[in-house]
DNA sequence: ACGAGCGCCTGTCGGC
DNA sequence: TGCCGACAGGCGCTCG
């Protein structure tokens, strides 16, 4: 489900906190329950709820697609993967068969884990650069100039959509996000790196950013029966649009599929050179 | 270095 | 109605 602007709202949900919600900053953990024991990267159920009980939440922030809270003295890492959700909720409230972690906190509230797929993972590590290390450049960050993108681009000799959803080269894009900004750029997908002109990683890194920031403000995308509460799936170009017209053309969106992901694409806008 | 294929999981949807 | 395949916002692994 989330990709960089999902798990923004999430983030800024749980450190502001929201209407009929609390903030998390300052809460102890008091106790928690492991449901679903592969949940946890590296770490016995057991040992995981030793450790985390009595360390006080100090922040939630985000790196790429993960949450990061920092704790007393260890940090808490989540990943959502496809089918995630962290929730706030009464701990009178009765769990969900999707929970697979819960952490109590003061005057009767839980933070639920909640992930029907089973694919996300939480890790409790002293040294947070031990899971998040590899991880590439932020997209919204200042330091990622064009010159360096440019650079990064010609560095490498693969498609355009796999390599913006490597995690390594660039964090935080996935499926939505990447299509959305190959059409808004006018790029094939699978246009080599290495044939990119310093023109199009311009217009390229401006897309992605213009397109990561409409999903941040409108609170991220929902779809299916992973409902999050923003709005941009009404705002897609071209994800899951196949067969309606392309907002600068008309011409039919086509679905492909690149890396075994379903890629979405205007066939009169994105041309791959040669074809 | 790169891409393809597959595994991990559960749920939904469309076709028959 | 039930069954069956395709598909799903991710990522790590193996194999050429």
């Given at each position: ?272 050179p040669g074809h």
């Amino acid at each position: 489900m989330p990709e960089l602007p999902e798990v923004e709202t999430i983030a800024a949900s749980l450190r502001n906190g929201k209407q009929g919600q609390p903030s998390l900053l300052g809460m102890p953990v008091q106790a928690a329950q492991v449901l679903w024991a592969r949940t946890l990267a590296g770490i016995e159920p057991d040992s995981f709820i030793t450790r985390i009980t009595g360390q006080i939440i100090q922040n939630v922030h985000r790196r790429g697609k993960f949450l990061i809270i920092p704790l007393s003295s260890d940090t808490l890492l989540v990943h959502l993967r496809m089918s995630g959700d962290l929730l706030i909720e009464r701990q009178d409230h009765p769990l969900d068969k999707h929970h697979r972690l819960v952490l109590e906190i003061p005057q009767g509230w839980r933070i639920a884990f909640n992930d029907a797929r089973k694919f996300g993972r939480a890790w409790l590590v002293a040294e947070p650069q031990s899971v998040l290390g590899a991880l590439g450049p932020e997209p919204l960050e200042d330091d990622l100039t064009v010159d360096r993108f440019f650079s990064m681009l010609r560095g490498k000799r693969r498609q355009l959509k796999p390599l913006l959803l490597d995690q390594k080269f660039i964090a935080g894009l996935g499926n939505i996000y990447t299509d959305e900004s190959l059409n808004l750029a006018r790029l094939h997908p699978l246009l080599n790196s290495e044939q990119v002109s310093f023109d199009q990683a311009a217009l390229l890194l401006d897309s992605i950013r213009s397109v990561l920031q409409e999903g941040i403000r409108r609170q991220g995308a929902s779809i299916d029966w992973v409902y999050r509460g923003g709005d941009f799936q009404n705002y897609f170009r071209v994800y899951q649009r196949t067969g309606l017209g392309c907002l600068s053309c008309g011409t039919p969106v086509q679905r492909l599929s690149v890396g075994q992901r379903g890629t979405h694409i205007c066939p009169s806008c994105q041309v791959l050179p040669g074809h």
